[in-house]
């Protein structure tokens, strides 16, 4: 794949080894509210600018060659927020995968969704299994898309379909391995992110794939999420590299 900032050769492109990209790259989306206060604009600017931000990040990521993107869009406790930003966000999921249903298959980008979709509109979840079935078609870059979702609720929810497998005689107790315990999780069959990248300058995790997570790099910038750009991907790439991941060895 043609990257253009190779060409280009800037800075922080020049610090990357392209040769050694993380496979997986998790974002947790933050600093809409703040971008938009600061501009003295409704919080709800800041998520349509967010929204766009995820676009062009999700398409450098898949022009650079990185196989799995993550996001956390709206969590399981985002439904206490004023009801006109729910609503907000919920429009721009729709406009963005209305728009996803008439180009992924173009730009071979599968979108899967993780987290409970129970109480999504009914249009909203049409449009859901819409991209699901057209991404079983494609092979290129893999976009998760965090909706209602939660890392403790992921644990429970993978512990009650475990235990509803030991029920019937699938499985038993002994059987589970860690391996088995991916099985069960929104995020089966995507390797664990070797980068977890969180714009707004908070250093949480905010309960965001928290058994994914277990050996992440966590890379935390104060710029926020509308802000961000295809260089600082870049930096936190390059921050990464520099790291020396022993994985609990010497
Ligand atoms: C966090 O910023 C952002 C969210 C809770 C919503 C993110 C949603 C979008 C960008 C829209 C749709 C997404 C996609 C993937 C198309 P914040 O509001 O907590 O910011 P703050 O910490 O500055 O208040």
């Not at 403790?152 to 475990?162: C, I, K, S, T």
């Not at 088995?180 to 977890?196: F, Q």
């Not at 710029?223 to 609990?248: C, H, M």
């Amino acid at each position: 794949m043609i990257f253009s900032f190779r060409k280009k050769k800037t800075d922080t492109a020049g610090q990357v080894d392209f040769s050694r990209l993380p496979r997986h790259i998790a974002i947790i989306l933050d600093g809409n509210g703040r971008w938009a206060r600061r501009r003295g604009l409704p919080r709800t600017a800041g998520h349509k600018v967010g929204a766009e931000t995820f676009r062009t990040i999700a398409t450098y990521c898949r022009d650079i060659g990185i196989e799995y993107l993550t996001v956390y869009a709206f969590s399981t406790e985002n439904w206490k927020r004023p009801r006109e930003e729910v609503e907000t966000i919920m429009s721009l999921l729709k406009k963005y995968l209305l728009e996803a249903i008439d180009t992924m298959e173009r730009d071979n980008v599968r979108l899967r969704f993780m987290g409970d979709m129970s109480p999504l509109s009914d249009e909203l979840k049409g449009l859901v299994d819409q991209c699901n079935a057209i991404s079983q078609r494609l092979t290129g870059c893999l976009c998760s898309i965090c909706i209602n979702y939660g890392g403790r609720a992921e644990l429970v929810h993978a512990a009650r379909q475990f235990a509803e497998d030991c029920r019937v005689g699938l499985v038993k107790p002994s059987d589970l391995t860690e391996e088995m315990l991916s099985g069960y999780l929104y995020s089966e069959g995507i390797p664990d992110p070797e980068l977890l990248i969180r714009p707004g300058g908070e250093q949480r995790l905010s309960n965001f794939l928290l058994w994914q997570c277990a050996y992440t790099e966590f890379y935390s910038t104060d710029v926020l999420w509308p802000d961000f750009k295809k260089e600082n991907l870049l930096e936190a790439i390059a921050a990464y590299q520099r790291r020396d991941r022993r994985y609990g060895g010497v």
